[in-house]
């Protein structure tokens, strides 16, 4: 019997996870350079972000699991932004060539436009011309609207012109509805496939609630992410003609006695970088400022991905160009990380696989950003220690008894 319980003993330890050890202990964490300026009053404090996924964070190589600045060895340093995380990368090549908390949870404003973007711009004929409904308008009092009317008509084409160049939220609205069916629950059908899109693109930590990027309760992304995203949107020749386009007309609607208007890009990346393709700009006074920008120069293409900036020194597309400049200064083989693809994501979630295991440094990120954190068992592992512990009093006892136990006298 103690032989059963022994082997049952030892069966159910190793269902045990390890524990991290002192010995695996993390490599300390880079500060990002940061300006010396001090911080805005009246900010909102930041929603509390899901827990760090240790496997999450080493999406895309072991050395983008950090909170802090990593970079490539021997390079100079990137210049100071007030950006809380941020990432510059290849977009065809898909090298990483340094970040700030590349996979660090972040709230994203409106470059979740991007993700609407990525999820619905093949969906819809440009030219198609539909009408604005009142619910189209409902949107954040005093956020962000180009100047849709409920009962006009405008073409597809002018309502990404509105998203992108002047962040309109009211054509967030249109557009998600459009895309998905066009009737009540189609703003809901389309932020259910962007969330699809994030996944299939590998976006693991991107999670949207509203089309627009206006706040919303779980709503998060990454600078890795948005990287992901920006790749597929600058892939798409109507994006980046949108992204490009300096100012659009807004067509007048007669029958509702509205005139007609023009409306600018308010991204100042296309009038002032050299070689700029264009992006998006973001803001809400809980998320702060975020950016997504990309730039050419010599053939070689990059986006910069940057969230929870402050507006000085710099502006959020500044701090975006001056990343971009640092980018273009490194070699073109500088690499700390790949942006995956979507058909290595595809590949990877249709092969049957054991649960991936944290590598060392992606243990020892989510060890250094938490270090109180309880280290958490799983059922059957607490099952396995609830075993142990229900077998130790029985294997006490009858070890006892065999000690006190003497042998009898034989009879003569």
Not at 75 to 92: E, N
Not at 363 to 379: F, H, I, K, W, Y
């Amino acid at each position: 019997m103690i032989r059963s319980i022994l082997a049952a003993a030892s069966a159910a330890a190793l269902l045990v996870p390890a524990v991290a050890t002192p010995a695996a202990a993390a490599a300390p964490v880079i500060p990002c350079p940061k300006p010396k300026v001090a911080p805005p009053a009246g900010v909102p404090a930041r929603p509390v972000p899901p827990p760090d996924d240790p496997v999450g964070f080493a999406i895309g190589g072991d050395a983008l699991a950090t909170h802090g600045l990593i970079v490539p060895a021997g390079v100079r340093q990137p210049p100071a932004v007030t950006a809380t995380t941020w990432m510059v990368a290849d977009l065809d090549t898909g090298e990483v060539l340094g970040g700030c908390g590349p996979h660090v949870y972040q709230t994203p404003a409106s470059v979740q436009k991007t993700l609407l973007a990525a999820t619905a711009i093949d969906k819809l004929d440009p030219a198609q011309k539909i009408t604005v409904v009142p619910s189209d308008l409902d949107i954040e009092p005093g956020s962000s609207a180009v100047g849709l009317v409920a009962g006009g008509t405008y073409p597809i084409s002018t309502l990404w012109l509105g998203l992108l160049l002047n962040s309109g939220n009211d054509a967030a609205n249109a557009l998600a509805r459009l895309a998905g069916g066009g009737g009540k629950d189609g703003v809901a059908k389309t932020v259910a496939a962007m969330n699809d899109t994030a996944k299939r693109l590998g976006a693991y930590q991107t999670h949207a609630v509203t089309p627009s990027g206006l706040d919303g309760k779980g709503q998060f992304t990454s600078a890795y992410d948005l990287a992901l995203i920006a790749r597929v949107c600058f892939a798409n020749a109507d994006f980046r003609k949108y992204a490009l386009t300096r100012t659009a007309q807004m067509p007048a609607q007669p029958k509702l006695k509205k005139g007609g208007f023009q409306f600018q890009n308010e991204n100042k990346l296309i009038y002032n970088y050299p070689g700029a393709m264009g992006g998006k700009t973001g803001f809400t006074k809980l998320a702060r400022h975020s950016y997504v920008g990309a730039a050419e120069r010599n053939g070689r293409r990059l986006v910069v991905t940057l969230l929870g900036a402050e507006a000085r020194p710099q502006r959020g597309y500044e701090q975006g160009a001056s990343l971009l400049d640092w980018g273009f200064s490194l070699p073109e083989d500088a690499s700390v990380g790949k942006l995956v693809t979507p058909e290595e994501t595809a590949a990877k979630n249709a092969t049957p696989q054991k649960a991936p295991q944290p590598s060392a440094t992606a243990q020892a990120a989510a060890s250094t950003t938490r270090p109180t954190s309880p280290q958490l068992l799983s059922v059957a592992a607490a099952a396995s220690v609830a075993l142990l512990l229900a077998a130790t009093p029985l294997l006490l006892l009858l070890t006892q008894r065999r000690r006190i136990r003497r042998p009898r006298k034989s009879r003569q």
